[in-house]
């Protein structure tokens, strides 16, 4: 056989079996088939699944934590995402909150060491284990959790129908609240709106999924519509992140037309915060466009900070100029004091020691004003 025939043949062969492959698991593989998966999954109506109605209020209290799954001691929460919680839980106690809004990565699957030769299932022993042994106390203070997709909870590499069963786990739960892979938190006053962007399409350096990305967006301005005050995004991956080393994610001109899709998006809509995680630390940067708010502290094991640590900023998702203000690696969450009249005053908590010490410290408070927050028009 030739050298012709055989490349010919090799080739064949290499796409049969990559496009097999793509049709089991569109994640990395196949831009269209990766929308298809990610519009395919569960969907919720929001009416059936059970929510707080907050339109009287004119302040509120969220409570904000993200990256919550440490891999220390598997098949178990991890050390530090229960010290957290502990902490947490007698904080509420003295500091009432109306709702809570988790920023994803909320299943890590098994570490190398302890990982099955085959995918495991994220079943109902895995949400008692790892999420409701440590949060169950949400019910008692009778607190949503609303919930974003990670990294970490929509490949299928990773936890077998993860994606969706955390969603479907919402009709099981009372605090559990993860209707779709993206959605406007309902309940809320008409001068308040956050939405859930499910942000791994804009942060993968391989894949593009623009019908997915337009299909958010899309369904996002609707939400917006009928909100005439504070517009909030809530997105996993933060579009500036701190000069950290073991924060970087290659950029690929592949997705650069949905990070623009997303940044003409909030400039029209007037979308002045993210709040995000997936950067394991706490930190507030801000850029010309927009403030961002980074909680990914909240069990999985923190991005420690190199000597000489000096707080700048490089882009994650985005090539937007940032500044950073703080940033830590201490395990904690953030407060935001919302309020009709006067805007958003954030509070980032961290524990003291997250060896030894059971209390909090709060070490760095913003205030955000209603003429920072809301675009003129909007």
Same mark, same amino acid.
């Given at each position: ?97 109306? *709702? +809570? ?8 699957? =098994?570490?190398? /060491? $302890?990982?099955?030769?085959? !995918?495991?299932? #994220? ?115 933060? *579009? +500036? ?8 994610? =290659?950029?690929? /001109? $592949?997705?650069?037309?949905? !990070?623009?899709? #997303? ?116």
């Amino acid at each position: 056989m030739g050298i012709g025939i055989r490349f010919i043949t090799f080739s064949f062969v290499y796409f049969l079996v990559i496009s097999a492959f793509a049709t089991k698991s569109p994640n990395y593989y196949c831009d269209r088939a990766l929308s298809q998966w990610y519009s395919s999954q569960p969907r919720l109506p929001i009416n059936e699944i059970g929510y707080q109605d907050l339109s009287n209020k004119e302040d509120l209290g969220i409570l904000v934590f993200g990256d919550t799954a440490g891999n220390d001691q598997f098949p178990h929460a991890g050390k530090y995402q229960r010290k957290l919680a502990r902490a947490i839980k007698r904080w509420l106690r003295e500091q009432p909150m109306d *709702l +809570v809004l988790r920023m994803g990565d909320n299943f890590y699957e =098994p570490a190398r /060491k $302890n990982r099955p030769n085959k !995918i495991p299932e #994220l079943d109902e022993k895995v949400f008692e284990q790892r999420e409701h042994q440590v949060y169950s106390f949400m019910d008692e203070f009778n607190l949503p959790n609303w919930i974003a997709v990670g990294n970490h909870d929509d490949d299928e590499r990773r936890w077998k129908n993860g994606l969706a069963s955390q969603i479907l786990h919402t009709q099981q739960d009372n605090y559990w609240k993860l209707p779709a892979t993206h959605y406007g938190v309902p309940g809320l006053p008409d001068w308040l709106g956050i939405y859930f962007l499910h942000s791994t399409p804009l942060a993968k350096s391989r894949t593009s999924a623009i019908e997915y990305v337009e299909e958010q967006l899309k369904s996002a301005n609707e939400y917006f519509k009928n909100k005439t005050g504070i517009k909030i995004l809530v997105s996993h991956h933060p *579009l +500036v992140r701190p000069n950290l080393k073991e924060a970087s994610i =290659p950029l690929s /001109k $592949n997705y650069f037309k949905e !990070i623009e899709l #997303l940044q003409t998006f909030m400039m029209q809509e007037g979308v002045r915060l993210i709040l995000s995680g997936h950067v394991h630390g706490q930190s507030h940067l801000s850029s010309a466009n927009f403030e961002q708010i980074i909680q990914g502290a909240g069990g999985g094991d923190t991005f420690k900070l190199e000597k000489n640590y000096t707080p700048s900023a490089n882009p994650t998702i985005s090539e937007e100029v940032a500044s950073t203000h703080v940033h830590t690696n201490m395990y904690g969450f953030a407060v935001l004091r919302i309020s009709k009249s006067q805007g958003i005053h954030v509070e980032f908590y961290k524990l003291k020691d997250k060896e030894k010490s059971k209390s909090l410290s709060l070490f760095y408070e913003v205030y955000f004003s209603l003429q920072e927050l809301v675009a003129p028009g909007t």
